[in-house]
């Protein structure tokens, strides 16, 4: 299996911007396609972004597409989040998250095509 573990979380001020990373051990970090989720107070986990194994391809969510990019280092074994233009609802707790599959935007997007998942990183975003 793969052990996830994000961070870079943090408080900022709504225009700012935060690069959030996961650092993956265990089995080969270049196996998996790769996914970042957030979740809310109250709200249910939503999918943010996705990248494929090679980072050819990625997937955003409509609510964080020009404004957030994922990527990925595979001879480091870490996944990043940048995330500028920062927006009070981008509050939420980040997660990081691990898959053999790789679909259309509408497989990517769900939870449970994903096999591990960090721990999670908060991002606070103040107005």
């Known amino acids: 299996q793969v052990q996830l573990a994000e961070s870079g979380g943090g408080l900022v001020q709504a225009g700012g911007s935060l690069r959030l990373s996961c650092a993956a051990s265990?089995?080969?970090?270049?196996?998996?396609?790769m996914g970042w989720f957030r979740q809310a107070p109250g709200k249910e986990r939503e999918f943010v972004a996705a990248?494929?194994?090679?980072?050819?391809?990625?997937y955003y969510a409509d609510s964080v597409k020009g404004r957030f990019t994922i990527s990925r280092n595979n001879a480091k074994n870490t996944l990043y989040l940048q995330m500028n233009s920062l927006k009070p609802e981008d509050t939420a707790g980040y997660y990081c998250?691990?898959?053999?599959?790789?679909?259309?935007?509408?497989?990517?997007?769900?939870?449970?095509?994903?096999?591990?998942w960090g721990q999670g990183t908060q991002v606070t975003v103040s107005s």
């Open positions: 265990g089995r080969t970090f270049n196996n998996y396609n």
């Open positions: 998250a691990a898959s053999t599959t790789w679909g259309p935007i509408k497989t990517m997007t769900r939870q449970t095509v994903y096999s591990y």
């Open positions: 990248i494929t194994q090679g980072g050819s391809s990625t």
